[in-house]
């Protein structure tokens, strides 16, 4: 590894620390620049499936102790229907994302991480810096400006509060001409309830927050299209500010911990990082046409929803339904032999 086994990192959010803590372990030497203290602002649901917490476990940190509450399942309201989809093991947890992000930077640092807190860097320092680099530093990277990569495709604007209510063990997803391009949520915490929304015009987030009649928003954006490149001559984009969002969910999270891995295994062997993150990217064109397809049917408020209801696709959801990887069951056949029940 020699030369090259220096990687400069920018951000330690998540997506920093997760490939921080990939690229200790296969033996490179980590700097990480990051704007803000140990409390850097986070805007996330805090939502990992089950899979997602397994996957973190096993090659990351244990999340366990940012823990709020077990998902074991949806009520989806899409039109004029109710999909209710259950689960009788726990299909996601809820974590409270800064706690979440604190136990994966402590790791990181526990592995040996040279972090350098409330040291922003501007575009011309991140030129200055010695390759290889890995911008991990959100929606609005200033790696990927600095390097010229291709825009992001699109974002959703998505905001939340919380509300006092009892949590139950299910989210609320709602589907419908209120949320353009996107959905409304509650979410149950540890002991109250948030309520969300994406939209992908700025002219629906007024009609979104009317929905819920609350106050005092969060928000921010979802980048919901990858990059065209992500990798570049020695620089590498990784998380919101690669755009490896699952689109038709908002969840950035689990795919980053994937990337992560591939992103250290492409440095240490040599090999593309780019073609690294083929399987991941067929995942991700599938969520995009099901964001597209968001965008198509909120504003006709999904007419053929009594139509799922009636082809009973919320039992095949519970049955088979997978929030990270949409191949494991989007398989016609098995669908059709679910309907006719063969
Ligand atoms: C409302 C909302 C709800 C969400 N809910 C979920 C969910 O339930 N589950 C899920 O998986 N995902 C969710 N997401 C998406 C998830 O939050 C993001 O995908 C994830 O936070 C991206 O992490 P990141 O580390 O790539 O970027 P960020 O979290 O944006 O971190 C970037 C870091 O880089 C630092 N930085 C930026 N520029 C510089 C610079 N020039 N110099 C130094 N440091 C810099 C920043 O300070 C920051 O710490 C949600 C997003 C939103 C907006």
Known sequence: MSDN???????????????????????????VFEE????????????????????????????????????YGADIYMGDSLLRIRKKEPVAYVFNRAVF???????????????????????????ELKKPIVGADGPFSTTARAFNFPPIGKYVYAFYTYVKEKPDRYVEI???????GFFGWRIPKKDRVEVGFGVTKREYIKKAMEFFNEEKWRG???????????????????????GLVKSATG????FTSYAANALSKALKE???????????????????LVQKGFEVFSPL???????????????????????????KFMSLTSFLKHVLQI
């Open 5 to 31: 086994s220096l990687v400069n990192v920018i951000g330690f959010s998540i997506a920093g620390a997760l490939s921080s803590i990939s690229l200790l372990k296969e033996g490179f030497d980590v700097n």
């Open 101 to 127: 992000d604190e136990l994966a930077r402590k790791k990181a640092e526990k592995l040996g991480a040279n972090v350098y807190y409330n040291k922003k860097l501007s575009e011309k320092d991140i030129l």
């Open 174 to 180: 709602y589907l419908n001409n209120t949320f353009h």
């Open 251 to 254: 969840g950035g999270i689990v």
């Open 220 to 242: 921010s954006v979802i980048p919901v299209r990858l990059r065209k490149k992500v990798e570049k001559n020695g620089v590498y984009l990784i998380g919101d500010a690669a």
């Open 301 to 327: 408020n999904y007419p053929f929803s009594n139509l799922l209801k009636v082809l009973r696709v919320d039992e095949y959801l519970s049955k088979k339904g997978n929030m990270d990887f949409p191949t």
């Open 36 to 71: 803000h203290g140990k409390d850097n602002p986070v805007f996330c649901s805090g939502v990992v499936s089950s899979n997602g917490v397994n996957y973190i476990k096993k090659n990351f940190f244990n999340p366990m102790k940012a823990l709020e509450r077990k998902i």
């Open 270 to 288: 040599r090999r593309s990082y780019e073609n690294m993150l083929n399987e991941l990217k067929r995942e991700l064109f599938i969520h995009s």
